[in-house]
């Protein structure tokens, strides 16, 4: 089993914090639990996973082999923040990268641009990660907050939820 750890950058607060370069204030970190250590459980700390890179939401998590696919990184962590809907983290350097600031649709008030095609790997990915959006028919990194301005789309997605059945399971005796 693998425990992802994200934080601010430990030394980063106050003035620090903003003279820092946004890609060194994230910290993410992956541990291997060791749950066979008898009484005294164990933390590993892993520090590369190879050609992989993991997408990491609260509902749902994905191992993905980035060696077929030259548009992920290896060795990376794909996950969102409430301010930046896809971020990759590498392990190997440390580094984070905003991925959707090109691509934002809202400025979390009125709609800035068009929806941006095509969409990335990463972007079904980290859709994917996040069923809330994913089962709307939306794109987390374009929907990962819909603004109150966006009214005919909050309607759209009432309207869904509303008709939305699930069928009772019959037991029978």
Known sequence: MLLAV??????????EWNAIDWSRQLVCRLY???LN??????????KNI??????????RCLSVSARDLPSLSSNSIYLSLPSDPI????????LSE???DSCQIHDRTERIRPSVHPFTIVDHLITYCNPRVWSKGLMFHEY?????????????????????????AVHSC
């Open 98 to 100: 905003r991925l959707a």
């Open 32 to 34: 291997v639990v060791d």
């Open 50 to 59: 190879g050609d992989t890179a993991l997408f990491l939401s609260r509902d």
């Open 6 to 15: 994200r934080q601010p950058a430990p030394y980063a607060n106050g003035a």
């Open 144 to 168: 990962h907050y819909i603004p109150q301005s966006f009214e005919e789309l909050i309607k759209k997605i009432r309207a869904q939820e509303r008709e939305l059945r699930i069928p009772r």
């Open 37 to 46: 250590g008898g009484q005294r459980r164990k933390l590993i700390q892993v």
């Open 87 to 94: 971020v990759a983290h590498s392990l190997g350097t440390g």
